[in-house]
């Protein structure tokens, strides 16, 4: 339609009309983030692929001249040894494309205004981003900053930091964008881009363990998601699952993810995610078991999540064990395991180890073979609640009469 309208009401850009009409092309946006996570699946100890990955690695180095990236965070961990040839031939094409960068700087303030000027200096920020040279890239986009007038360019322009930050895992970094766009945000900015922050805060808030609060902004805008120069939707919401599974209520489990359109619709597309989730939150504890193996090694896998894959582990099996002795006073210690498909010895173990910790509320019977759950089900401690209550206003109502019959 964009193309249709360009054609009939400016005739002389029919070409970029023809070239809009023979391809729907999003304009790739840096740092390309997918690169960082196949360098992270590189350096994994137990990576199938490999040589694969190294060769789609390299081909994109090649073709946006990635010569800083290349230097200092792929040789020689990840490529083997710099190629010298490749070396040279990236540096005069990155010479190259500086200098006309610098023309244009040059021109724009002999000749032209400012915002020819923040034109110029935004290319010369875009050229470093694409490359890989954080240090300057981070410079050239706070020199852009100063000369970029309205909330929203000041807050795409932070965006873009914080990509930067979390494509070379500079929390640091995340965190001061973040607050600072923030900040921006009070002086106005429109839907969009206040969507698209709470995507990135989410991210942040998941790499530093905040999960729930993670959780809640995710579910928050599920719906209308557009952050796509950061993350896939497709792994937005496995991240979205994940964190909702891990620190969130089943009712909200039940309205915002297991009954959500957008999850649905996308869900399957990320293997064992869908039974996963539908076997814990349907309570079929062995099928669920199987599947957590597989979501494992995902959570492992994912650059952003991985440091926190036996946190993970660990927090799961405690929402499912919790969640299975909610619905009992005692159950034996074989049932138990029965159903979770794992043996006696594993399941007395774990359930230990969660009691010595606090986590679980109940006891173990070693004689008998029977955990005794001690669990308080917070429906009967409202009622409880409510019957103190109200002795206590009747006596004081008995007082309150005595004194008035005196």
């Not at 050229?127 to 000369?147: H, M």
């Not at 600072?180 to 990135?200: I, M, Q, S």
């Not at 896998?301 to 440091?307: A, I, S």
């Not at 993970?312 to 405690?318: A, G, K, P």
Request: with cysteine; hydrophobic share 40%; net charge neutral.
């Amino acid at each position: 339609i964009l193309a249709q309208v360009i054609s009939i009401h400016w005739p002389q850009d029919s070409r970029l009309a023809a070239q809009m009409a023979e391809a729907d092309v999003v304009p790739e946006s840096y740092p390309i983030l997918a690169l960082a996570q196949k360098r992270h699946e590189v350096l994994a100890e137990n990576c199938p692929n490999k040589d694969k990955l190294r060769a789609e690695i390299l081909e994109v180095v090649k073709a946006k001249n990635m010569l800083a990236y290349y230097e200092k965070y792929l040789c020689p961990d990840v490529l083997g040894p710099a190629d010298q040839g490749l070396v040279a031939q990236m540096k005069k094409q990155n010479e190259e494309d500086m200098a006309k960068i610098e023309d244009k700087i040059k021109d724009a303030k002999e000749n032209l205004g400012d915002i020819e000027i923040r034109d110029a200096l935004i290319a010369k920020a875009e050229f470093f981003n694409r490359v890989g040279d954080k240090e300057n890239a981070i410079q050239a986009y706070n020199d852009a900053f100063e000369k970029t007038v309205g909330v929203g360019g000041k807050l795409d322009n932070i965006l873009t930091l914080i990509r930067i930050a979390f494509f070379f895992d500079d929390n640091e970094l995340a965190k001061k964008e973040i607050d600072r766009a923030k900040a921006e945000l009070k002086k106005g900015g429109d839907w969009e881009r206040r969507n698209k922050l709470k995507v990135y805060e989410g991210i942040f808030l998941m790499i530093s363990r905040s999960w729930k609060e993670a959780a809640n902004l995710f579910l928050n805008v599920m719906p209308t998601f557009t952050a796509t120069e950061l993350v896939d939707f497709k792994d937005f919401v496995f991240y979205t699952v994940i964190l909702t599974m891990v620190s969130l209520d089943r009712p909200t489990m039940r309205e915002k993810l297991v009954s959500s359109p957008e999850v649905l619709s996308t869900i399957k597309d990320t293997p064992h995610l869908q039974p996963f989730m539908e076997s814990f939150f349907q309570c079929k504890y062995k099928p669920f078991m199987v599947e957590f193996t597989d979501i494992i090694n995902l959570v492992r896998n994912d650059r952003y999540l991985t440091r926190h894959c036996r946190h993970f582990m660990r927090i799961m099996r405690l929402n499912a064990f919790k969640q299975f002795l909610a619905s009992y006073r005692s159950v034996t210690l074989d049932a138990m395991a029965s159903e979770f498909g794992v043996s006696p010895s594993f399941m007395d173990a774990e359930l230990s180890s969660f009691i010595s910790s606090g986590k679980i509320s109940c006891k173990i019977d070693k004689v008998g073979g029977v955990v005794e759950s001690n669990e308080s089900d917070s429906r009967s401690q409202v009622y409880i609640e409510i019957i103190k209550q109200g002795d206590l206003l009747l006596n004081r109502m008995q007082k309150l009469s005595g004194a008035i019959d005196m």
